[in-house]
Structures are given as structure tokens and as C-alpha cells.
T-cell receptor
Framework: AQSVTQLGSHVSVSEGALVLLRCNYS??????LFWYVQYPNQGLQLLLKYTTGATLVKGINGFEAEFKKSETSFHLTKPSAHMSDAAEYFCAVSLTDSWGKLQFGAGTQVVVTP | DAMVIQNPRYQVTQFGKPVTLSCSQTLNHNVMYWYQQKSSQAPKLLFHYYDKDFNNEADTPDNFQSRRPNTSFCFLDIRSPGLGDAAMYLC?????????????FGPGTRLTVL
């Protein structure tokens, strides 16, 4: 079975500060991992994904994530938060033998303060 | 731009009155998914189509049905909406079922049940 766990349902950061969102995974096979962002009353938008190759993945809007197999982690970071980063962020793992289904984490709500 | 479109964006229905939500895509993807997302929760997969093959999740209530008349369109029918069915409904598409493929989401339809 595969799953992801997001640590912290709410994160508050100051504008200009580092954004760090934590995601740990559990998988018996090489995981394929995704980060999505959801703005209020919108669908999910892909920020970045890890499949194979380089473990540091760069995404849109200045976000990046590092796949660390030894720590079973795929944390999302952004060096400097903008007000526009206020949203909900979901980590997800692509399931095996499941027609491409995603298993989502519970989500982390990010609040950016001036 | 190729995209996933959902109509309407907001839908209000009465308790027990059938309602249909619509999703269309210009991506020509083989797979289409329907998710239910309740407030502050992760999306929950209801069912998906691979081409015309329908796959229902084991815990999806019988009250929820779907149709995919062609590659571009997919509909979610709620036969007798209850108050507990009020949620955001998300449609997503995917090229095929490789685990590395990205799911592309529409903007969602927010359903209110009175």
C-alpha cells in the first residue's frame, strides 16, 4: 500500500520568509510524487512532480521539492513567500495497479502575513 | 489553450432533486476522473473512465452515477442529493494510466443542497 502524510494542517508564514511544507510517503515500490496547489474555489494545479532522475525538482511559482529516499520525504519549499502563495497544498502519490489513481495527503493550508 | 472545463461553477439544488454536473476537456485524454471534495478535506475519488470503461470506487454511493458519451465529455449525475452531498466536485483528466502521468483538474463545481 502507498500513502502520504502531510505534517501540519495549517502553516503561517511572513511575507518574504521561507515556506516549508512537509510530506512523508510510504511505498513498497519506487514512488511517483506530486505537489498540487488549490486556491479558494478553484481546482487543483500541479506545482511539480517527481518520477525518476534528479531528486531536486523545480516547479512553477518558485517552488521546489527534494525527494529523499532515506527519509521517505518529499518536502516542498519556496525561499520567499508572496501573498499570492496563500492557498491549500496537497502532496500525492501515484498508486500502483490502480488506473493512475492518486492518493492525496490531508492538505496544508498556508496563510501569508504581511 | 487545452484545458478542462466544468459547468456550472456553482450549482444550487433542492434536497432530493436530481442534478447533473458537466465536464469537458480539450486535451484528448483517455482517462477522466470525478472527485468529491468537502470543506478542508482532500479530494475523494468517486469513479473514473478509461476510454468508455467505467470504474467505480468501492465506497461510492449508488446515488452517484456517471456518463461519458464521447472522449471530450463526462457527466456526474446525483440522483437524489442529500445535505451531505454538498461539496466541491472536481473533474480531472489524464493522458493514460502510467503512474508518471499528471492529472489535470478543472476549476470545480460547488454544489449547494437546500
Amino acid at each position: 500500500a502507498q500513502s502520504v502524510t502531510q505534517l501540519g494542517s495549517h502553516v503561517s508564514v511572513s511575507e518574504g520568509a521561507l515556506v516549508l511544507l512537509r510530506c512523508n510517503y510510504s511505498s513498497s515500490v519506487p514512488p511517483y510524487l506530486f505537489w498540487y496547489v488549490q486556491y479558494p474555489n478553484q481546482g487543483l494545479q500541479l506545482l511539480l512532480k517527481y518520477t525518476t532522475g534528479a531528486t531536486l525538482v523545480k516547479g512553477i511559482n518558485g517552488f521546489e521539492a527534494e525527494f529523499k529516499k532515506s527519509e521517505t520525504s518529499f518536502h516542498l519549499t519556496k525561499p520567499s513567500a508572496h501573498m499570492s502563495d496563500a492557498a491549500e497544498y496537497f502532496c500525492a502519490v501515484s498508486l500502483t495497479d490502480s488506473w493512475g489513481k492518486l492518493q492525496f495527503g490531508a492538505g496544508t493550508q498556508v496563510v501569508v502575513t504581511p | 489553450d487545452a484545458m478542462v472545463i466544468q459547468n456550472p461553477r456553482y450549482q444550487v439544488t433542492q434536497f432530493g432533486k436530481p442534478v447533473t454536473l458537466s465536464c469537458s476537456q480539450t486535451l484528448n485524454h483517455n482517462v477522466m476522473y470525478w472527485y468529491q471534495q468537502k470543506s478542508s478535506q482532500a479530494p475523494k475519488l468517486l469513479f473514473h473512465y478509461y476510454d468508455k470503461d467505467f470504474n467505480n470506487e468501492a465506497d461510492t454511493p449508488d446515488n452517484f452515477q456517471s456518463r461519458r458519451p464521447n472522449t471530450s465529455f463526462c457527466f456526474l449525475d446525483i440522483r437524489s442529493p442529500g445535505l451531505g452531498d454538498a461539496a466541491m466536485y472536481l473533474c480531472a483528466t489524464r493522458q493514460n494510466t502510467l503512474r508518471t502521468d499528471t492529472q489535470y483538474f478543472g476549476p470545480g463545481t460547488r454544489l449547494t443542497v437546500l
